[in-house]
């Protein structure tokens, strides 16, 4: 049983790292798109989508039914957060970029905000097996036995160049976005977690991926990921 939170620099490959991961260990990989195609995907017929069994046997499957209760158990509390407005209410924080998220939300409170993404991520770890890109996983999980938390870094100018690979951009254009959005990381990380995101203390492994191969970061991972923890050594 595993659960690892990955969280990285933008433009260190923490999203691709994290699918290798969980297909070394064979277990679900879940970042902030997957769950945002979960709640879109209520719009149509439940029945279209999961089985009103519990014994859903795909992601796409435990994501829906996961977010189907989620909100059935938010409407039925009656707080004033922003689940009451449904699957679309969910759809929109989700969707926040970091930078957009720190910046506020005028519908939807800090506490409302936090109190979402900590709900959401408890859920989708409750059965383990799986990989958690960022949103404050390795904050929401800190005292989870079962977590596995990292941290992916990796020298500015290679950031910029794998952000003008992926989007297909100049060096110009992708140094522009990966400050920005580096920037927005960390100042989201200290309104709602109240921490320095890129401080080692706050994760089992630190990675610099400018100095490893992507495999030997993956292998450091799951290997990290399957020893067991230290009450049970």
Do not use: C, W
Request: hydrophobic residues 40%; aromatic residues 4%; negative net charge.
């Amino acid at each position: 049983m595993a659960i690892v939170t990955l969280s990285g620099q933008i433009g260190a490959n923490a999203r691709d790292i994290g699918r290798l991961v969980a297909r070394r260990l064979a277990i679900d990989y879940v970042d902030q798109e997957i769950l945002i195609e979960a709640a879109r995907e209520l719009g149509v017929p439940m029945e279209s989508i999961v089985s009103h069994d519990e014994r859903t046997e795909t992601l796409s499957e435990r994501l829906a039914h996961m977010v189907t209760n989620f909100l059935e158990r938010s409407a039925a509390a009656g707080a004033a957060d922003p689940m009451l407005g449904g699957a679309g209410g969910l759809d929109m924080v989700l969707s926040q970029t970091y930078s957009e998220a720190a910046a506020g939300m005028d519908d939807v409170s800090d506490d409302d905000y936090v109190q979402t993404l900590a709900n959401l991520i408890q859920d989708v770890a409750e059965h383990d097996n799986v990989v958690l890109i960022g949103r404050g996983s390795q904050v929401v999980l800190r005292e989870h036995p079962n977590a596995t938390h990292v941290l992916i870094v990796a020298p500015e100018e290679l950031r910029i160049a794998n952000v003008a690979q992926r989007d297909g951009i100049s060096t110009k254009e992708a140094e522009k976005i990966a400050r920005g959005q580096e920037k927005g990381r960390v100042s989201f990380h200290q309104k709602f977690f109240k921490i320095e995101v890129n401080d080692p203390s706050h994760y089992h492994l630190a990675l610099n991926v400018g100095r490893l191969t992507q495999d030997q970061v993956v292998s450091l991972i799951a290997d990290t990921a399957q020893l067991p923890a230290p009450d049970d050594a």
